[in-house]
């Protein structure tokens, strides 16, 4: 049995069923899904196998999106960074309908990740996406109180496994719009003499035949490079 309804023991699993889990909670319309999903590979993957896997995962929700809603889904990003900085809540930088995918790899920093439904809260409070960073910020202290409700800590995060975990990070609410979270991550035990990789791909909604900002050749070298990767705009 799973420990949450969004995780999933995932090493075994078929590229279809990581898409069929992912989908509906991730690209969700209405409250009733959480709006990500946590997947766990094990400690028997390789950092190689966990970015081809965040790749074929993009492309499998890209086909499902078309079939289903006629909308591409795109890189915005993709790249792999060390970082051990605790943050506050917010969202990326991105679209205004976007999706962080995150692949983490084994470290020995332990590390908390909370997500939160700030929708749903702005929603209660009738409050337009605009209105309520403008008057209830997370970045600041009564903010954040305010949004305590709202918030998941991610269980069976476990820093000794490969994981994915993909989310909502939109921030419009127009007809047919998926809703976003805020994110945070708190580093329970950093250490500046160990790494703590992580993986990152943020993924946005395009128009059909739009030029795909990643081409297949800077795809692989994702994959196969340990490096930092350049953002679509160089």
Partial sequence: ?????YHLQAATESLDSLIAFTYPKVF???FTQPGFAVLDFGADYT??????????????LHARLMSERGIALHYQWLGRFDQQETT??????AAAQSFLMLGYEPTLVKSRLMLADYFSYAREKQLSEADYFAFHNPMYVEGEQALAPYVTEVEGFDASTYRIVLFNNSCST?????LGLLHKAVMVTPDPTVSRFVNSAMLAFAAPGEVEGFSEEMQVAFVQSANRMPNANG
Avoid: I, S, Y
Avoid at 1 to 5: E, G, Q, T
Avoid at 174 to 178: C, F, R, S, W, Y
């Fill in 1 to 5: 049995m799973h420990p949450k309804p």
């Fill in 28 to 30: 969700r319309q209405a």
């Fill in 47 to 60: 950092p190689e196998k966990l970015r081809a896997t965040m790749v074929a995962l993009k492309n499998g």
């Fill in 88 to 93: 506050k809540f917010h969202r990326d930088n």
């Fill in 174 to 178: 127009g007809a047919g719009d998926t």
